[in-house]
């Protein structure tokens, strides 16, 4: 089996990239970062993905992007919140949400460690389709990395070609629950909140929230995770 890095934040698109991953006969490591977010329990539901799907090896990676701040998710800042009804604009305005080159950093640990691993695929959920506007999400950008990532190491200079797989950039999030669905992903296992609790609930009104569920409801399907506020 060729072997891939795959990005997992325990989310759904991370998590419906990891099964495809799986089902195009990859040997999937999975990379989680605890990064300085505002809370732990994307941490969590990555490693409940992990074991679900028994991946070959999973690392949590300890970085602190709050040593920079700059996003309502590294530093003391509200994360934004949205009446029912309401989603977030696509592309127009990027939200405060938005870290600062996280795709960068993060496809740099999986790139060092495709390396270490002679893995020459990346996989990485990111979508160009229903997102929250983040610049690090788009075709161009993804095409941008791969050129570089393949410059910048000795296995691409020896001729080892890296490439970064964004199977669900094209797709709607509807698209991508259908997708994983037909997969056996169980996404109670997920979580997407920008704000939950303590415990994991989510708050149901931050972009990301609102996001998954209209996602869900154009898939004609029930978010099985818990919502503070959902309608």
């Known amino acids: 089996m060729n072997r891939a890095v795959v990005l997992l934040s325990g989310g759904i698109d991370s998590t419906t990239a990891l099964a495809v991953a799986q089902r195009d006969g990859y040997d ?7 990064y300085g977010q505002r809370h732990e329990i994307e941490v969590e539901a990555a490693r409940r993905v992990a074991r679900a799907a028994r991946v070959t090896d999973h690392v949590v990676v300890d970085i602190d992007l709050r040593t920079f701040g700059g996003s309502a998710l590294t530093s003391d800042v509200d994360v934004p919140k949205h009446h029912a009804g309401e989603h977030p604009a696509h592309g127009d305005v990027i939200p405060v949400t938005y870290v600062p080159a996280r795709n960068t950093i993060f496809l740099s640990f999986a790139l060092a460690w495709a390396e270490v691993l002679e893995a020459r695929d990346i996989f990485i959920g990111v979508n160009a389709i229903d997102y929250s506007g983040y ?3 788009r075709p161009e950008y993804i095409a941008a990395y791969e050129r570089m990532a393949n410059l910048a190491t000795r ?16 797709l709607s999030k509807a698209d991508i629950i259908r997708l994983g669905g037909s997969l056996g992903v169980d996404y109670a296992l997920t979580t997407s909140c920008y704000d939950p609790t303590v415990h994991g609930v989510a708050c149901g009104q931050c972009d990301a929230c609102r996001l998954r569920l209209k996602g869900f409801a154009d898939a004609g399907l029930k978010d099985p995770i818990r919502y503070r506020v959902s309608s």
């Open 28 to 34: 999937a490591h999975a990379m989680t970062f605890r």
């Open 155 to 170: 296995a691409g200079v020896e001729g080892a070609v890296t490439h970064i797989r964004t199977p669900l950039i094209q």
């Open 135 to 137: 610049p690090d999400c």
